[in-house]
């Protein structure tokens, strides 16, 4: 069954702002990952957070993680073009399970 | 110089046809996967092979056979293609949690 849902399912913004996604997901989790695919193209990943931290960074991305929500959710900040993409969310249960990715969410950055 | 590549990039044939897709990764990785993306962008694992040996064989029609000669390749052989596995199937890799993909092998079934 599907882990993962993301929200919003698509957004459009103006380069320089900030974006947000979030994912929700519905069960115990050891990991939460974050992959970009761009149009006609396989995903790539961006982030991983496990289950025992709550923020990491990298680069212009910002995920957080909250296990009591579970929830958890991917800020890029100053947009750029480029980064118009879909963003997928994985969840890994325990180790060799499958990831578990949700439907995305389609991320237009105009110039 | 590509880490996971696939053949063919596009495929289109007829119903009731058998059709293979080819994966090879030169990462060095132990671990691929074969995963089916639908047409609402809907990724779902299909299998996924350890060494060469199968460790995780999702709800998938007996008309789906991966075969790993060794663990830099992967192949997917579909026999009797329906309308339905039309997708893009994507091939990856990895050695821990980090999965690195292929490009996708768009099929379209008349």
């Known amino acids: 069954s599907q882990q993962g849902e993301e929200d919003p399912q698509a957004l459009s913004i103006q380069e320089g702002e900030n974006a947000t996604m979030n994912c929700s997901y519905k069960?115990?989790?050891?990991?939460l990952q974050w992959y970009r695919q761009n149009s006609g193209r396989g995903l790539v990943h961006l982030i991983l957070i496990r289950s025992n931290e709550r923020e990491k960074h990298s680069g212009r991305l910002r995920v957080t993680l909250d296990t009591s929500k579970k929830s958890s959710s991917l800020l890029i900040t100053a947009s750029r073009a480029a980064d118009t993409a879909s963003y997928f969310c994985?969840?890994?249960?325990?180790?060799?399970?499958?990831?578990?990715f949700g439907k995305g969410t389609r991320l237009s950055v105009i110039a | 110089d590509t880490a996971v590549s696939q053949t063919p990039k596009y495929l289109v044939t007829q119903m009731g046809n058998d059709k293979s897709i080819k994966c090879e990764q030169n990462?060095?990785?132990?671990?691929m996967y074969w995963y089916k993306q639908d047409s609402k962008k809907f990724l779902k694992i299909m299998f996924s092979y350890n060494n060469k040996e199968l460790i995780i064989n999702e709800t998938v029609p007996n008309r789906f056979s991966p075969k790993s000669p060794d663990k830099a390749h992967l192949n997917l052989h579909i026999n009797s293609l329906e309308l339905g596995d039309s997708a893009v199937y994507f091939c990856?890799?990895?050695?821990?949690?980090?999965?690195?993909f292929g490009p996708g092998t768009r099929l379209l079934v008349l």
């Open positions: 994985a969840t890994e249960k325990a180790g060799n399970t499958p990831l578990v």
């Open positions: 990856a890799s990895s050695e821990r949690e980090t999965q690195y």
């Open positions: 069960t115990s989790i050891n990991n």
């Open positions: 990462l060095g990785h132990d671990t």
